[in-house]
């Protein structure tokens, strides 16, 4: 069985390999999350197998995780979704999403100034926690190999995405992970995900103390959740 790992906006997927159960003994493939249209070609490509894929996603790739699984519902067996949303964005009825003023000013950050734009979103991630300059300096230069065409189309999919009208055609079985002190997505958005799923969620987990940077920050903890739920 295929293991499909997507990574978060702005962060490299190879970042979460330390979250995959060491035992595991199916074919492993790392997908960055920009442009959305390269990984969801990805995941169609890899889903030609006889067997339905299991799929980690972290926020904008938990997004592309629930996209994919509600439109190819019977490729998809098994899903672990880290600080995800079905809308990203803000809108009448729906107050747990960032403002779309918000989003587009990171767009305008992003091009009149690259660093200064990922150091600051990166802070939001990590928050409350205190981001060592060390993990800064390498996850900016991990961006360097990303086009500033790629981050924006990102945010173009986050801007204009919402899910939560098809994930009525989710099949798979799914775990939900999410930091209680999230400032990009917060908590009560993957509460919101948890209703609409009510059939198909095996766990949902909120771990308290902790921001959006969970996968990179509670690496260990995640594992043991994860080896647990695809045993």
Wanted: hydrophobic share 45%; aromatic share 6%; net charge positive.
């Amino acid at each position: 069985m295929a293991l499909v790992v997507i990574g978060g906006w702005a962060f490299r997927a190879e970042s979460l390999r330390g979250l995959l159960p060491p035992d595991f003994g199916g074919c492993i493939v790392f997908v960055d999350p920009y442009p959305p249209e390269k990984a969801q070609q990805t995941l169609m490509n890899l889903s030609g197998g006889k067997q339905p894929l299991i799929v980690i996603g972290w926020s904008l790739g938990a997004m592309l995780a629930l996209e994919y699984a509600a439109q190819q519902p019977e490729k998809v067996a098994r899903l672990v979704l880290l600080n995800p949303t079905a809308r990203f964005c803000s809108s009448p009825g729906y107050r747990w999403g960032q403002p779309t003023s918000a989003l587009r000013a990171l767009k305008r950050a992003l091009k009149r100034d690259r660093p200064a734009a990922l150091t600051g979103f990166y802070q939001l991630c990590f928050a409350p926690e205190r981001l060592p300059q060390a993990k800064l300096d390498k996850h900016l230069q991990e961006m360097d190999l990303v086009s500033d065409v790629d981050l924006l189309s990102g945010l173009n999919y986050l801007e204009r995405s919402d899910l939560r009208e098809s994930l009525v055609s989710v099949r798979a079985q799914a775990v939900l992970i999410h930091g209680g002190e999230d400032a990009v997505i917060p908590q009560e958005a993957s509460a919101a995900l948890a209703a609409t799923l009510s059939g198909r969620i095996c766990a949902r987990i909120v771990v308290e103390g902790v921001g959006h940077a969970l996968p990179v920050t509670r690496t260990a903890m995640l594992r043991t959740i994860i080896q647990t739920f695809l045993a």
